[in-house]
């Protein structure tokens, strides 16, 4: 037996509670691993509340993020006592996940452990942050340095957002966070941002061309806002979309497209091939700050994690959840 986060849905209406589990139970993999963290996310948000339609079969382990020891492999790239950790790929939406002991998995949606991080690490930065950093890749990619100027993240206060206010900063970016929570404007500065703006300025119906200020950006709200950082940036610069916050809905035009040659690049964290995956964690080794990370970390254990699932969907969680799934 071992415990396990349960998100149920039936006559008697959707709900996610703490219980036992028998490893019986377990879904087909070739792989089982006994899980020492997982991670909070706002998808796990969703999924645990009911707020949105993440979870695709009931009943489901939420957690799309885990790291911890291989017991037993029928896979021919891990051995038992390897340490592996995973990001995607359904888990938690269609196949069960990370909030919980133990979880058994295809070996083909696994990482090794790189050497830089400690368990702990490796989820504090979790999907959020390996997000964060295919995010950089591709303003990289598409020839977006710190001479070009300034970066806008969104939800700047976030998993998502915390991670590339400190990555953009460490790479030498001028970077400018948005936020709706006045409170965490210092923290976002602490990250690295040299000025925080209210979300109130994006979170509104806007004009299709705005006065050209941003050179790229990393946008995690959509919507409204996403819309509004295209008609702001500048020729040729890129924007980055990987989250929807702020709703599903792109209300704009294509004028920053073709006007200005604006490139808006999708980030898919999901179902990321696995090369580009250990590129983005190779990279994640060399340019985030330990301390950073540290300061913008918090760590609950597993009981704890239904009641800050609504914290986090009512926007009041700074920063990275790393759940403890052992205490």
Not at 48 to 73: A, H, N, Q, W
Not at 153 to 160: D, F, H, P, S, Y
Not at 238 to 254: H, I, K, N, R
């Amino acid at each position: 037996m071992f415990k396990a986060i349960m998100v149920e849905k039936d006559e008697a209406g959707y709900r996610a509670n703490l219980r036992a589990v028998d490893e019986s139970q377990l879904p087909e993999g070739d792989v089982t691993v006994r899980i020492s963290y997982s991670t909070l996310n706002y998808k796990d948000g969703l999924a645990i509340t009911g707020k949105g339609p993440v979870v695709r079969k009931f009943p489901m382990v939420p957690g799309i993020d885990l790291v911890g020891e291989v017991k037993e492999s029928h896979h021919p790239d891990y051995r038992p006592g390897d340490t592996v950790l995973l990001n995607g790929w359904g888990v938690g939406e269609t196949h069960w996940g990370g909030l919980a002991q133990k979880a058994r998995l295809k070996g083909d949606w696994l990482v090794p452990l790189p050497a830089q991080f400690t368990p702990r690490q490796a989820m504090a930065i979790g999907t959020a942050g390996y997000t964060a950093m295919l995010c950089v890749l591709a303003l990289e990619r598409h020839r977006v340095t710190p001479e070009s100027g300034e970066i806008l993240v969104t939800g700047a206060a976030g998993g998502v957002g915390s991670v590339a206010v400190a990555l953009l900063a460490r790479l030498g970016y001028t970077v400018v966070g948005v936020s709706g929570r006045p409170e965490e404007f210092d923290y976002i500065k602490g990250l690295g941002a040299s000025e925080v703006l209210d979300r109130a300025e994006f979170a509104s119906p806007g004009k299709p061309l705005a006065r050209e200020r941003w050179a790229g950006a990393v946008d995690v709200v959509g919507s409204h806002t996403l819309a509004n950082v295209c008609a702001s940036t500048r020729y040729r610069g890129v924007v980055t979309a990987c989250g929807l916050a702020g709703g599903m809905d792109f209300p704009a035009t294509v004028a920053p497209f073709i006007l200005r040659g604006v490139t808006l690049v999708g980030i898919d964290s999901v179902m990321c091939p696995r090369p580009d995956r250990l590129i983005a964690w190779q990279r994640l080794a060399r340019d985030l700050d330990p301390a950073k990370l540290e300061q913008m970390t918090r760590e609950i254990g597993l009981e704890e994690v239904v009641p800050t699932a609504e914290q986090l969907m009512q926007g009041k969680i700074r920063g990275r959840v790393v759940v403890d799934v052992n205490r």
